[in-house]
């Protein structure tokens, strides 16, 4: 029998293991007038000399997961184009421990960016696909992708958050 993996809500504290969000809620705009407001340096990509700008498509499938990647040399940022992806993450980067496993709810008006190393999946689409801007170091799905098997397949337990 599956194990269970209970989505919980992104926030700031429930994150900082992984990474941090991207969102300007609760910031003030760095500029602005009445035509738009600017949010400067929401995440940061240190270290990287090129950057990639990728678009993946995430299928609509079922909510179970029996594997995980990991980049060991370089963050990521995950930014929905729209929809509500679920995604798995497993945190602190190091040695593999899929006890501390969680699942997140990206609610669409924020991204995530990974820490280097944290481990995840291709995020889970709640309601049709969805495509998620994907930024990292440019080589990284060749050069650097690795994935490790789970003990176990775990079904992702979504309840619809208010």
Same mark, same amino acid.
């Given at each position: 029998?599956?194990? !269970?993996? $209970? @989505?919980l809500?992104? %926030?700031? &504290?429930?994150?900082?293991e992984? +990474?941090s969000?991207?969102?300007?809620?609760?910031?003030?705009?760095?500029?602005?007038?009445?035509?738009?407001?600017?949010?400067?340096?929401?995440?940061a990509?240190?270290?990287?000399?090129?950057?990639?700008?990728?678009?993946?498509?995430?299928?609509?499938?079922?909510?179970?997961?029996? !594997?995980? $990647? @990991?980049?060991?040399? %370089?963050? &990521?940022?995950?930014?929905?184009? +729209?929809?509500?992806p679920?995604i798995?993450?497993?945190?602190?980067?190091?040695?593999?421990?899929?006890s501390?496993m969680?699942?997140?709810?990206?609610d669409?008006?924020?991204?995530?960016?990974?820490?280097?190393?944290?481990?995840?999946?291709?995020?889970?689409p709640?309601?049709?696909?969805?495509n998620?801007?994907?930024?990292?170091?440019?080589?990284t799905?060749?050069?650097?992708?690795?994935?490790?098997?789970?003990?176990?397949t775990?079904d992702?337990v979504?309840?619809?958050?208010?």
């Amino acid at each position: 029998m599956a194990k !269970k993996l $209970e @989505v919980l809500k992104l %926030t700031e &504290e429930n994150f900082k293991e992984f +990474g941090s969000i991207i969102s300007s809620e609760g910031r003030r705009p760095d500029a602005g007038d009445e035509s738009f407001n600017w949010f400067e340096k929401l995440g940061a990509l240190e270290g990287i000399d090129t950057v990639s700008i990728n678009i993946l498509e995430c299928k609509q499938r079922e909510m179970k997961i029996d !594997k995980i $990647e @990991v980049h060991r040399q %370089t963050p &990521e940022a995950i930014i929905p184009l +729209g929809g509500k992806p679920v995604i798995a993450v497993v945190a602190p980067a190091g040695d593999f421990d899929e006890s501390k496993m969680k699942a997140f709810l990206i609610d669409g008006d924020r991204g995530i960016m990974l820490n280097t190393g944290v481990r995840h999946f291709i995020p889970y689409p709640v309601d049709g696909n969805v495509n998620c801007i994907i930024v990292f170091r440019h080589g990284t799905g060749a050069n650097d992708l690795v994935f490790d098997q789970l003990s176990d397949t775990y079904d992702i337990v979504y309840k619809k958050q208010g």
